[in-house]
């Protein structure tokens, strides 16, 4: 009687774990953690996808558009979106959405456009949703996908549904180093005076190669053009160049680095100066000799100014003087 139980139990289970979808894991392989550059590769990796072919939905800021991915015989697929995909894009927050037919490999749910441009999503080709127009999709697309997400949790739906978010972005690439307040040149570490090492950050991918140009800055002549490779470097990717300034005669130039593939957007420049930009030598101060204190430089205050005005003692003998020629006056004139 108990092993009639333990083997009922058991069909359960196994009964169970027949219809129940196999766990799947999604990874994206974008060029920095979940950020994108407009015009970049973006990829993604499915795993445990057991039930048949795929839906995979892209939606964003004015944007929205489906594919089709045939796992292999391990459930495994991929999928890219290419830089004519993605040069489309605009700033903002995107989400791919992967939908998985479930156990009966059938889809229930799905979504199409009307003729009016509104994204309808529909259970048994019956509409039971509607995402609103594709132009108006906002810069975060969190209530559509859950919208999505409620059309599966229907009775009598068995598909899944698994969301992936990530930002895309303008092309940037900046220099992280300080610039001089007064000139705006580029601030160099000290060391060897001929190396000149030029650093920054960039949201562009590993795949995607850089390039560093040196121009004279008055003539706009090129003198040095090479390529740079991002390095991938936590939250965000990195770039290095170093170069020999000694090739160079003394005056001022302009660095640019930037994406091979697009000549508008993705570049970062800067002013720098090999040698010393004249007017701006400092004198040192004199260093004092050992055993000797450093010189102490007096203040000379200014000497208080003399009053221009007369004092009240100094006009006393002025007025008794004029008082006595007065009374002279008057005098002569009772004789006269």
């Not at 407009?38 to 892209?58: E, L, P, R, S, Y």
């Not at 089709?68 to 894009?89: C, K, M, W, Y």
């Not at 969190?142 to 598909?159: I, K, N």
Request: negative net charge; proline residues 7%.
């Amino acid at each position: 009687m108990k092993s009639t139980g333990i083997i009922i139990i058991s069909i359960i289970v196994l009964f169970a774990l027949m219809i129940v979808p196999a766990a799947a894991d999604l990874t994206c392989v974008p060029n920095c953690p979940y950020i994108i550059a407009k015009g970049d590769t973006f990829t993604i990796n499915w795993t445990g996808m057991n039930n048949g072919t795929a839906t995979v939905m892209v939606i964003g800021r004015n944007h929205f558009h489906t594919l089709t991915a045939v796992p292999d015989a391990h459930g495994v697929f991929s999928v890219t979106l290419i830089p004519e995909v993605t040069r489309n894009f605009s700033s903002g927050q995107y989400a791919l959405v992967v939908q998985d037919p479930g156990a009966n490999g059938k889809f229930e749910i799905g979504t199409r456009l009307s003729e009016t441009g509104h994204i309808l999503v529909t259970d048994h080709d019956l509409i039971v949703a509607d995402l609103g127009l594709e132009k108006d999709l906002k810069g975060s697309v969190h209530s559509e996908v859950e919208t999505l997400s409620a059309a599966l949790r229907r009775a009598g739906v068995d598909d899944t549904l698994t969301p992936s978010y990530f930002l895309v972005e303008e092309p940037v690439v900046q220099f992280t180093q300080s610039r001089d307040r007064a000139t705006d040149y580029l601030i160099f570490e000290p060391g060897n005076s001929s190396r000149l090492y030029f650093h920054g950050t960039t949201n562009l991918g590993t795949q995607n190669p850089l390039r560093a140009r040196v121009y004279e800055s008055v003539s706009r002549r090129l003198v040095a053009d090479e390529p740079l490779p991002p390095i991938r470097n936590g939250a965000i990717n990195s770039w290095e160049y170093d170069m020999d300034s000694s090739r160079f005669p003394t005056g001022e130039y302009l660095i640019t680095v930037g994406w091979q593939n697009d000549n508008t957007t993705g570049t970062g420049t800067a002013l720098f100066f090999i040698g010393t930009p004249s007017g701006t030598t400092v004198s040192p101060s004199p260093v004092p000799a050992a055993g000797e204190e450093s010189p102490v430089h007096e203040t000379v205050q200014p000497e208080k100014p003399v009053p221009t005005h007369a004092s009240p003692v100094a006009a006393i003998p002025l007025a008794l003087g004029c008082f006595g020629l007065v009374i002279v006056i008057r005098k002569r004139s009772r004789m006269a």
